[in-house]
């Protein structure tokens, strides 16, 4: 990798941050298509993302950040403007310096749900769909859903935060019929599971497999390419189920879309088997 007076240099922040993989792949695009670009990593203490943003994004050699845990909701007060996902679900995961230097944010993480789910084959049309979990991804999903056909959106989670997700969400209008509701996946056909739940082997599994109705897709957004508890437990009962790895690959064309790169991110959508390669090593 060269490194010269006009790289133009993008930072992911988190706390923590050493495990992600952004770098990684993002370098690996980088060298192969010949930019002359650097993502680094930068551990970012809760708390100081937008004052992050704002001071670092000041200068003309740092083109953008990437965002993680716990910085997507926290980076908005440094923000100008924001796309509409972003302003559904109330957080970033990507932040540019506009042209006329403030700053702007994205978020990519319902994007990548859908095209994941398009990978799979999995149609959305007139579909009853079940959302475990209204954190930040379930959020980001949510948002994301509302341009979708599908029929309904049901949304569990702990306390009330579904139904605060879907107060604000059906401030938006039109969509979807939307409400909050228990984990039971009766009369549902996709459910979507978008809690922490799996990321530990002693945890439970987020909703009751016996009650899954024959012929429902389920898709299970933690980051893993290998089963998931709840992957396991729908095969045994010949439930078809997929992982949440292939959404991190979904999201990469729009990243390079969103930070200036549309002929990379033309080519990265014609292909992604490298792009896969990277995230399942």
Partial sequence: MHISGQTRVFMVIG???AQVRAPVLFNRIFQQHDIDAVLVPAHVPAGRAASFAREVLGSGSIAGLWATVPHKPALL???SGIDVHGRRAGSVNAVRRAADGTL??????GLGLVGALAHHGIALAGRRVLLLGAGGAGAAIAAALLDTPIAQLSIHDLGDRARRLVERLQSEGSGPRLHAASADPAGHDLIIQATPLGMNPADPLPLDVERIEPGTQVFDILMKSATTPLMRACAAR?????AGFEMLVQQVPAYLEFFGLPEVARAMRADLSGVRQVITA
């Fill in 104 to 109: 702007e944010g994205a978020l990519f993480d």
């Fill in 238 to 242: 010949g439930i078809e189920a997929h």
């Fill in 15 to 17: 706390d923590p941050v």
């Fill in 77 to 79: 007060p440094a923000l």
